[in-house]
């Protein structure tokens, strides 16, 4: 963690939690569902000579169509073809033009159980068509949901949920309904700040309460936002509410949680969320405008 950037000293302030005495809506969350470890076909293990074959010897990835070789039967990947300078990486002869459609009708042939076996799709493809249910496979895994960090930790909920916990020591909470304040001191130095992610348990799923200010234009800004810890088309089976007021005026925001699919930036940049003029966020705090202190309650309900 780098010290003296505002940035990152920014995600150490927690929000402090007021009230959390309205749990009425809590759900185990121990409950959600491991991977199931699938059967490995037979047929799977007897074609992973040619799988090896279909590898590209530069980049290593699985070769598509065109596939080609040079004249000593050497292949290579369209995709690498155009950075070998016309030389066959292997044995330095010319390259030419020559296409390998015996190796590409072998791969045609060809089912290969998913990528996210481990992660537990027991889908077995067509060497063609593996990549684009891969890209869509409900079993890839997920990204870290944790913003403003280089974190490349991926897997699925269940691991995240641990990784969260352990590594990035965010809060988490059980129940539906939430009371935080956000606090800064000097809310004049604040331009890119990230709070302390909340994660709540509910209904059996978990969601992230993002709070950050970020520079819109010229003006600073603060965002809440929920995302869901699972995909696109269970988020929609919820909805949220955020409220943040004071002064006798009141803010309230209602949405659909996005998915952690969605990255925590692309949601912040589309305002899909509470969002909060500085002038307002001082006015709500009270006091001289010298320090920033929001309290934002808001609930997550399941839709019927
Ligand atoms: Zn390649
Ligand atoms: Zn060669
Ligand atoms: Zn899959
Ligand atoms: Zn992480």
Avoid at 50 to 78: D, F
Avoid at 160 to 175: E, P, Q
Avoid at 285 to 295: C, F, M, P, T
Wanted: glycine fraction near 6%; aromatic fraction near 10%.
């Amino acid at each position: 963690m780098a010290s003296g950037n505002p940035f990152f000293d920014d995600m150490q302030s927690k929000p402090e939690v007021i009230d959390l005495t309205q749990n009425e809506d809590i759900v185990d969350c121990e409950s959600v569902d491991g991977p199931i470890q699938p059967a490995i076909k037979p047929n799977v293990t007897v074609s992973s000579n040619v799988r090896e074959l279909l590898e590209c010897p530069v980049c290593l990835n699985a070769m598509y169509p065109p596939i080609h070789q040079c004249s000593n039967g050497h292949t290579l990947c369209s995709g690498c073809k155009p950075r070998v300078h016309n030389r066959c990486p292997t044995c330095r002869h010319e390259l030419g033009n020559i296409r390998c459609l015996a190796l590409e009708k072998v791969a045609a042939s060809l089912e290969l159980p998913c990528t996210y076996q481990s992660f537990g799709c027991i889908g077995v493809y067509p060497y063609y068509s593996k990549l684009k249910h891969e890209s869509q496979c409900s079993y890839r895994p997920y990204s870290c949901p944790y913003a403003g960090s280089e974190c490349t930790v991926i897997g699925d909920i269940p691991h995240l949920v641990a990784h969260l916990k352990d590594d990035h020591k965010v809060d988490m909470h059980n129940g539906c309904t939430f009371n935080h304040r956000y606090v800064k001191s000097n809310p004049h130095e604040v331009e890119n700040a990230t709070w302390m992610l909340t994660v709540f348990s509910c209904f059996g799923q978990y969601f992230c309460l993002h709070f950050e200010a970020f520079q819109l234009g010229i003006s600073p800004v603060y965002i809440a936002f929920l995302r869901f810890m699972g995909d696109d088309n269970e988020a929609k089976n919820y909805s949220y509410s955020l409220e943040v007021g004071g002064n006798g005026r009141k803010m309230i925001w209602q949405g659909v949680p996005r998915s952690i699919r969605d990255s925590h930036r692309k949601v912040r940049d589309s305002f899909d969320g509470l969002l909060i003029q500085r002038n307002m966020a001082l006015f709500f705090s009270g006091g001289d405008r010298k320090e920033l202190k929001l309290r934002v309650t808001g609930r997550i309900w399941r839709e019927q």
